[in-house]
């Protein structure tokens, strides 16, 4: 069904099979005081110990508002990648990924019919059901990976078999400010309160558990890590491949690291680097990655007193 404006009955597009470009230029035209209004906003800095689940790039999360052990999705370091919010009004089950230039129809039908199964089993509804939207991400990034997301994404979910209202879009070129002569993004993070519905500007002032296999496994394709009925952190085993002379690789300057393994390396944030080299060396100090699961999913579960995340064993 086609995109609406916000909360009003006005489709940007009256048809659903539209052009990408002519779906993009009107959201820019569209959304621009919009988002305006939320890069403006004041940033919220949060953690494991505020209710925090940190979502990673190539990673999603389906939560409800009843969860009391986490009270916020969010995710950062979105450069070219984007920050997709999906909620559905009547139950205020929530989906946050984090998606970068691997995105395609069927990550967004993966999506969907993940929240129809969520909204299904939260509670009896009347339907039809109504969703909002949020897009964050991107900039006019000289390559255009940033425009070519945003594009994706906004033609997928206005064809999308629900309703979905786009309450806010800063992407792509809404979302680009200067910075010494170089266009960079304003917003790299957002995070919503489940219990509110609240959308907000963030910093994370931590990312979760087992940061450095999250990240190898962001090649892997569209993860699932939260278990919404059980309340649990679940990273499913996956496979991955020895990294071709990793010493070499390591020894690499972090000039090099950035112009070869980042689509936006003078934006990057300070950490990246750090988290590159993190990455390849647990992939090198654990090169069987059967073992490392033992056919099982790596699972954790937040502390009642501390909100930190712990291991299950």
Known sequence: MPLTFADETE????SAAVDQKRLLATVYTKYKDIAAKFYNQDYVTLSETDGLLYIHQNEFAIAYTNDERTL???????TTCHIVILRQKET?????????SSADERMIARFVSSMRKAVTQFGEYTKPWRFDLWLFGGFTDAKGYSSEISSLLLSEFHKASISIDLQVACITKLNTAMRDGQPVPRITGVAICLK?????????????PDLPLRMTSCTEGMRNVYDYERRVMSIQPFLYWPISRADRLLSMSDEWFLQNLSTSPHCEPADFVANMRASIQFATDNPNPEKLFNGRPREYQRNNQTGRWKMID
Not at 72 to 78: E, I
Not at 94 to 99: D, E, F, G, P, Q
Not at 196 to 208: H, L, N
């Open 92 to 100: 205020g089950v929530t989906l946050l990924s984090h998606v970068d």
């Open 72 to 78: 916020w999705l969010g995710s950062g370091d979105a």
């Open 196 to 208: 509110s519905g609240q959308v907000v500007p963030a910093i994370f002032a931590d990312r979760g």
């Open 11 to 14: 489709e940007l597009l009256a």
